[in-house]
């Protein structure tokens, strides 16, 4: 019989190729000591771009923001040591949203390995907790397996993050290569359909419904359920609202939508959850910065059906009457195909929240002499007619853009939601420009937050990324000035950000071009001006009113509708 | 209330360390905790007991299925099993103490497995309250050094788990 003939390769190119095999367009990352095998290999092939970041935490949110812009893998390489603990921010802020990357790091060779080595750390240590796994390869003839397990594990079942660290002698090894092309592991084996005997519960309650309210999250983003969502609410005629995550997974300007919920989401939205009497969750996961105290959750009684991927994901803040773990798309098709098509009547239910809505929640001060950071995000939308991809760093700036922004499609909202990440902003929106080129994309941020990863100004001029940076500047970390206001008698510990740089100075020191704004009358025009311009980063400095705060606000610990609403209203 | 749970899981560098992480991270008890390999060197299995509510227990077995290692769970608990624990217990047995220590560990159906002039090394199997009881039951001043296992457990019967 004759063998396949294979080939003998060294482990960095063995790396290469399965990176090749897994249609991986795009690499973020830094050189460094114990991967230099591998850059040695990027530089000999042109299939696998390199977009060389000035941190690696830039590296990790850049992978990052590739992949939710886009449903395909982020890919960073970073070396060992500082390397790796560089990129542990962007591994956790990815782990905490669960998006689908992969990390690769180098590695002091196998037998320095415990001994103190220059750029040694236990890599699969550290990261245990904020990856879904990690792998160390001992072994050059593992590393094509473990790729193959590390894309299999990070894309299927609820995504997260797989780091695969990799010694330096296990570069420069050699061994056959082939790449398997499928992986079986006994001990991984992700459901994709739901329990039939469930959906026909759901489905019963979800008829029979008065009060009906569904509630989504980031899980229908990241498995692409959007069509099957709009289908559903449409069908049903039910109300709907969003997490921050699951942002543009339902229309935002639909009438069915009620808008964010949470922490920072409208009071329509907020009461419609609290009064309720069948809430269907569906790729959400109930947290506290969602429904606040899970105590004042349970106090009105309402039955939940909880559609999720992860099974700890459910029952985990609330209690929940109709459980149903598989991919959400799978399931909202079921659903769908049992679902009678005659509505029921739930005028009655709509009528009160046409009721709350009329609260005009998000409503600020139009006539102000100064730029509302509302305003700015309100001509944001209309000047990019609601169809750029928007990052943001955490803070003030990042619950406007999600309040005010109307998001239409899914992935075009990419923020750190669950670890709150500042910094997370520019080298998302880096990412999200190398998944789209030629899309428009914006970075909402804080003088604050962007200067957690700056730097990465210097890569967006070596790939001439045209990413538009809305700085909204008030001179404080907005959040923690509000808070403290509210909650801590005025007292701005810390919070106020003394000897800012001058932004358009930065910005034309790194090649790019900046302009302040400080007229609202300027607002439009500036931003116009600057998303004409297609080709360059436009860094825009907009000195915003400094005591402005975001409403309405649960405060922590509070109910869901126990909400501080604007003194305006 | 007290659970017994047994795991299997991959026998893989780190496996471990990834269980014992999980319950100190999202602050979960570990009361003991026992791993060795099977009858198939490529799995071990792992017997946790830990205290919690049922809501409690509910989450720490979901959240080890999450951990890509992990092959099966089970919480013995919840039906008919047995459970053992190893002790190994050193005391001071001079001529003195020699006839009492022995007779005490023959009660408890223990045995004498090292001896030196002045010392009696006990082996002791039973579950954790048996342990307890033999320990209660000695003059504390003769205890030179204990060293417990922690308990294994197994399902009755018909009850088996493996793949």
Known sequence: MDRIKTEELTGAQILIRCLQAEGVEVVFGYPGGAVLFIYDELFKQD???????????????????????????????????????????????????????????GQVSTAYIGEDAFQECDSVGITRPCVKHNFLVRDVKDLAVTMKKAFHIATTGRPGPVLVDIPKD??????????????????????????????????????????PMVYSGGGVVLSNASAQLKDLIKRTGFPITNTLMGLGAYPATDDQFLGMLGMHGTYEANMAMQHCDVLLAIGARFDDRVIGNPAHFAQNPRKIIHIDIDPSSIAKRVKVDVPIVGNIPDVLDDILNLLKNSKTDISEWWKQIAEWRGKDCLKYDRNSKLIKPQFVLEKLYEVTGGDAFITSDVGQHQMWAAQFYKFEKPRRWINSGGLGTMGFGLPAAMGAVMANPGATVACVTGESSIQMCLQELSTCKQYRLPIKIINLNNKYMGMVRQWQQFFHGNRYSESY????????????????????????????????????????????????????????????????????????? | ??????????????????????????????????????????????????????????????????????????????????????????????????????????????????????????ELTGEGAKL????????????????????????????????
Request: a neutral charge; hydrophobic letters at 40%.
């Open chain 1, 47 to 105: 299939k696998v771009k390199h977009v060389l970041v000035r941190h690696e935490q830039g590296a990790a949110h850049a992978a990052d923001g590739y992949s939710r812009s886009s449903h395909k893998v982020g890919v960073c390489l970073v070396t060992s040591g500082p390397g790796l603990t560089n990129a542990v921010t962007g591994i956790a802020t990815a782990y905490m949203d669960s998006i689908p990357m992969v990390i690769l790091s």
């Open chain 1, 170 to 211: 296990v570069t420069v090894n050699t061994c056959e290569f082939q790449y398997p092309e499928s992986i079986s592991m006994r001990s991984y084996n992700p459901v994709k359909k739901g329990h039939a005997g469930q959906i026909k519960k759901a489905v019963q309650l979800l008829q029979e419904a008065k009060r």
């Open chain 1, 497 to 569: 950000m003394d000897a800012l740089p001058d932004f358009v100075k930065l910005a034309e020191g790194y090649g790019h071009s900046g302009v302040q704004i400080t007229r609202p009358a300027d607002v439009e025009p500036a931003l116009r001006e600057a998303f004409k311009r297609k080709k360059d980063l436009v860094f825009l400095d907009f000195i915003t009113d400094q005591t402005e705060n975001v409403y309405p606000m649960i405060p922590g610990g509070k109910g869901i509708t126990e909400m501080i609403l604007s003194e305006d209203l």
């Open chain 2, 1 to 122: 209330m007290r659970h017994i749970i047994s795991i299997l899981v991959e026998n893989e560098a780190g496996a471990l360390s990834r269980i014992s992480n999980m319950f100190s991270a999202r602050g979960y008890n570990i009361e003991s905790l026992t791993v060795a390999p099977t009858e198939d060197a490529s799995m071990s299995r792992l017997t946790v007991v830990t205290k919690g509510s049922d809501d409690v227990i509910e989450k720490i077995t979901k959240q080890l299925n999450k951990l890509v290692e992990v092959v099966k769970v089970v919480d013995l608990s919840e039906a008919e099993h047995i459970e053992r624990e190893l002790m190994l217990i050193k005391v001071r047995a001079g001529v003195k103490e020699r006839e009492d220590v022995k007779r005490m560990a023959d009660i408890f159906r223990g045995r004498v497995i090292d001896v030196s002039d002045n010392t009696y090394t006990i």
């Open chain 2, 132 to 163: 307890d009881a033999f320990i209660q039951a000695l003059d504390q001043s003769t205890i030179l050094e204990t060293v417990r296992t922690g308990a294994s457990g197994i399902g009755r019967g018909n009850r088996i788990l493996r793949v």
